[in-house]
């Protein structure tokens, strides 16, 4: 490789005078301002140009050599040591005049064979069909977007009919008893359970009312529903029961109403256990509460306390346990909730669940939840749903029991007992009833 360094007034000269030196080929290696001549700093900025060529560039660009005598100068005579051989020198630049050499360029290429032009290569058949077809999606686009209305679609996105149609396997297309079903909040899955239970019936009946298919559909979903009635008399041994459950279901007035609906129907003997010594005035809360019933009230910060408690309350018919609302992501609190609840002290913990809470969260809490023996569901704020078939789908994933509803604050009024026909019944409706005021 040879490496050459020019000077030139700027950069467009310097790249001439670096192609006309080293080849169309040469390497640029560095540029740089520099100032010389006898002014030092302040003479007039000069380029400074480093390139290079590859020897094997100058071999294969070494031009047809012509009798010496014809011979054309093209390189200075410091960098020829590549064109002419060891103490050869070529002819000097006046000897043959830059017309001459003009001429005798335009005859060897006059005289040079010409070849044929190559044709372009045909295009195959594969590529004229994928032509066709893109032609023809381009038309098909074309004639949807001009039928689209164009008032229908103004602040809306295109969709694809395709993407909007259902499928064609859509249960809800194929059985219109699917689609009565989801309409009351209950998911695909659920519906089509229920589908089958009544198709045979359903399709034995000549002709069904409106009144008598929701009969229908009552009685297979009340088939679904298990309850658990924790109150349906008065038990011969004692009974401890938990409120346990995310924060804001309404666990401590769910608790004041279960008091008071076992005092009003049995007149038994309870005892009041609180753990919720997180919340702002919980204690109090659940105090009062027991000096309206005149029942006695044990407040509870470690599990060893506990205990204690149960053991003061060892003549009474029915202990019931306030716990601290617990957040499903906090796995840690549930870790010591769990701590205090423990199998061996006979707890039966009853998971309260808000019924105006997302599914896909109810699931969630439910699932953090159950490292806990949960032995019953009491869902909340069923006064505040539009629609209640989430009852159906949690209850049917996970086939827990269902020991009470509550519809509302007032105490002791707003709790349900609910047998599967209720709980049906209450899907299956219009449930306005529920709401008071």
């Known amino acids: 490789m040879q490496v050459k360094v020019f000077e030139a007034k700027d950069m467009a000269t310097g790249l001439k005078m670096v192609k006309e030196a080293l080849g169309p080929d040469a390497l640029i290696l ?16 000069m380029m400074e140009i480093t390139a290079a060529v590859d020897d094997a560039w100058q071999e294969s660009a070494r031009p047809v050599e012509l009798p010496r005598n014809e011979a054309r100068h093209h390189w200075s005579d410091r960098s020829t040591n590549g064109c002419l051989e060891q103490g050869e020198r070529g002819p000097r630049q006046e000897d043959i005049s830059y017309q001459e050499i003009w001429q005798r360029g335009a005859a060897e290429r006059k005289a040079a064979p010409s070849f044929p ?19 023809n999606m381009v038309k098909g686009l074309s004639n949807r977007i001009t039928g689209l209305d164009s ?30 079903l989801t309409g009351y909040g209950i998911n ?25 298919l929701t009969l229908i559909l009552k009685a297979a979903v009340a088939r679904l529903f298990t309850t658990q009635p924790l109150l349906d008399g008065r038990s011969t041994r004692q009974r401890r029961i938990s409120l346990i459950g995310p924060t804001g279901v309404g666990k401590t007035t769910t608790l004041a109403k ?26 109090e809360q659940i105090k009062v509460y027991g000096e309206i019933m005149r029942l006695p009230v044990e407040v509870v910060i470690k599990p060893r306390e506990l205990e204690e408690a149960l053991d003061k309350f060892r003549d009474v018919d029915l202990v019931l346990i306030d716990t601290a609302g617990r957040s499903p992501r906090n796995g840690l609190d549930i870790q010591e909730l769990a701590a205090f609840l423990r199998p061996q002290w006979g707890i039966e913990n009853n998971l309260l669940l808000s019924a105006a809470t997302r599914e896909r969260e109810i699931e969630q809490t439910i699932k953090r939840f159950s490292i806990l023996p949960i032995s019953n569901f009491i869902f909340s704020k069923i006064d505040e749903c539009d629609q209640l078939g989430v009852l159906l789908n949690i209850h049917y994933k996970h086939d827990t029991p269902i020991s009470f509803l509550t519809n509302g604050q007032r105490v002791p009024e707003d709790l349900l007992m609910p047998s599967p026909a209720d709980i049906a019944d209450l899907i299956m409706n219009d449930h306005g009833n529920l709401t008071h005021g």
């Open 117 to 135: 032009r190559p044709e372009p290569p045909a295009v195959s058949q594969d590529i004229h069909s994928e032509l066709a077809e893109l032609r």
């Open 258 to 283: 279960i008091a008071a609906h076992y005092l009003g129907r049995f007149g038994g003997r309870i005892g009041l256990i609180t753990i919720d010594t997180y919340r702002i005035a919980a204690v």
């Open 188 to 212: 695909q899955e659920t519906a089509q359970v229920v589908a089958r239970f009544t198709r045979d019936t359903i399709e034995k009946a000549r002709s069904l009312s409106s009144a008598d």
């Open 30 to 45: 560095s540029t740089r301002t520099i100032r010389s001549g006898k002014f030092g700093m302040i003479g007039k900025p």
């Open 151 to 180: 008032a229908a679609l103004r602040g809306r996105p295109y969709v694809e009919p395709e993407f909007t149609a259902p499928p064609a396997n859509h249960a809800a297309a194929i059985d219109p008893v699917v689609g009565l």
